[in-house]
């Protein structure tokens, strides 16, 4: 079945630092989608990409799904405090009949002030 | 709009127990989804439903049983609770699986 991994699982930045989480789905996607999760909470939509090479803005954060639909990251640029939580990218693949989103395993991120 | 709703928040079980995990959602959105999550694995699709009437097994779906019988709710059923079943579990609804999913608060489900 598909696998969707996602590196690295944890990192640790000193506030104002960038991050880049990295995921990687063993199949072709027709879209992805990031998510975030911060501690005690529950998982909420940041961002979906559907084109080959798109590249979105969100403020600090800028998304990337490569060229080949079959891999995405995520940085954020300058890390603030409120930046804390897991990152889950979520893919769905370009195969006939899939109706299901796959999740990585996701990346936690702690910023230290 | 309350949007996603669950219940409990949080429940305690014993193993050999059943119990119904309840998820509503006021979007009048097509698919609805339950997933469970656990430490270091993600979150991990247990069964989804694509309309009222209509579901389909995910990818952990042993011990669980679903009916999507409105559009609104989406009861997920542990039939005989084991305590592999220990997790968080999260409902969410999404006008189609191309869009995004909005997500439940959550249940913590501990099984003894």
């Known amino acids: 079945g598909q696998q969707v991994m996602q590196i690295p699982q944890y990192q640790h930045v000193q506030e104002g630092e960038d991050f880049t989480t990295y995921c990687n789905s063993s199949t072709t996607l027709s879209n992805i989608q990031w998510y975030k999760q911060r501690p005690g909470g529950h998982p909420v939509f940041l961002i979906q990409?559907?084109?080959?090479?798109e590249v979105k803005k969100q403020k600090r954060l800028t998304f990337q799904f490569g060229e080949a639909k079959k891999n995405s990251s995520l940085h954020i640029t300058a890390t603030q405090t409120t930046d804390v939580g897991t990152y889950f990218c979520?893919?769905?693949?370009?195969?006939?009949?899939?109706?299901?989103?796959?999740f990585g395993k996701g990346t936690k991120l702690s910023v230290i002030p | 709009n309350a949007g996603v709703t669950q219940t409990p928040k949080f429940q305690v079980l014993k193993t050999g127990q059943s119990m119904t995990l309840q998820c509503a959602q006021d979007?009048?959105?097509?698919?609805m989804s339950w997933y469970r999550q656990d430490p270091g694995m993600g979150l991990r699709l247990i069964h989804y439903s694509v309309g009222a009437g209509i579901t389909d097994q995910g990818e952990v779906p042993n011990g669980y049983n679903v009916s999507r019988s409105t559009t609104e709710d989406f009861p997920l059923r542990l039939l005989s609770a084991a305590p592999s079943q220990t997790s968080v579990y999260f409902c969410?609804?999404?006008?189609?699986?191309?869009?995004?999913?909005?997500f439940g608060p959550g249940t913590r489900l501990t099984v003894t």
């Open positions: 969410a609804s999404s006008p189609g699986l191309h869009y995004e999913q909005y």
């Open positions: 979520a893919g769905e693949d370009s195969g006939a009949g899939s109706y299901q989103l796959t």
């Open positions: 990409l559907v084109k080959s090479g």
């Open positions: 979007m009048n959105h097509e698919y």
